[in-house]
């Protein structure tokens, strides 16, 4: 079953802009990943965010977790062609480290 | 240091026949986890290894899926008579005992059955 829903499915943006992409979840949740898909370098794991956190940083990349709205949101500013990808949130289910996916959003970014 | 490798990277085959996709993980990474990835969906939880073992099974889709590893190492998964419904990319990923959260994914198997 999916438990995470990122939003919007697509997204187009000019190089420079930030791009902002949103997961809701169903159930409580230990920690939640979001992780990037593009052609050349497969799935990678960009930044993990734990329950009991709000914010997290990581070079251009923010995330945020609010847990009484069960969502988070992953902020990618001064957008590069090379951040076109699909990027996926992940959530953990219980504590046996099975990862729940959404169905991602897919990232363009305009020269 | 070399990441999980997965071959071979893609595989074309005829309904019915049997099919075996390798993964390799990063060296000394306990856990190993199979994935399918359907075209524009999200990942699909297929088994998940500690060691040799796979205390969770619940992903596989039916008793045509099944998946050994050995040696604490390489792991195989094997769909028997193949359905057009199984043409897929499957990803192994693989993680460290003490950094279990974060999963390091393989390039995948593109499986097409005709």
């Known amino acids: 079953s999916q438990q995470g829903e990122e939003d919007p499915q697509a997204l187009s943006i000019q190089e420079g802009e930030n791009a902002t992409m949103n997961c809701s979840y169903k159930?409580?949740?230990?920690?939640l990943q979001w992780y990037r898909q593009n052609s050349g370098r497969g799935l990678v794991h960009l930044i993990l965010?734990?329950?009991n956190e709000r914010e997290k940083h990581s070079g251009r990349l923010r995330v945020t977790l609010d847990t009484s709205k069960k969502s988070s949101s992953l902020l990618i500013t001064a957008s590069r062609a090379a951040d076109t990808a699909s990027y996926f949130c992940?959530?953990?289910?219980?504590?046996?480290?099975?990862?729940?996916w959404g169905a991602g959003t897919k990232l363009i970014i305009k020269p | 240091g070399a990441g999980v490798s997965q071959s071979p990277s893609n595989k074309v085959t005829e309904k019915g026949k049997d099919v075996e996709l390798r993964c390799d993980p990063i060296?000394?990474?306990?856990?190993l986890y199979w994935y399918r990835q359907s075209l524009g969906q999200g990942l699909e939880f297929l088994i998940y290894f500690q060691g040799n073992s796979a205390p969770d099974k619940s992903g596989l889709p039916s008793d045509r899926f099944s998946a050994e590893r050995t040696g604490g190492s390489v792991s195989t998964l094997t769909i028997q008579r193949t359905q057009q419904e199984d043409s897929a990319v499957y990803l192994c990923a693989s993680s460290p005992f003490f950094e279990q959260e974060t999963q390091y994914f393989g390039p995948g198997t593109r499986l097409l059955v005709l």
């Open positions: 060296s000394g990474h306990t856990a």
């Open positions: 965010i734990r329950s």
């Open positions: 159930t409580s949740i230990n920690n």
């Open positions: 992940a959530t953990d289910r219980d504590s046996n480290y099975q990862l729940i």
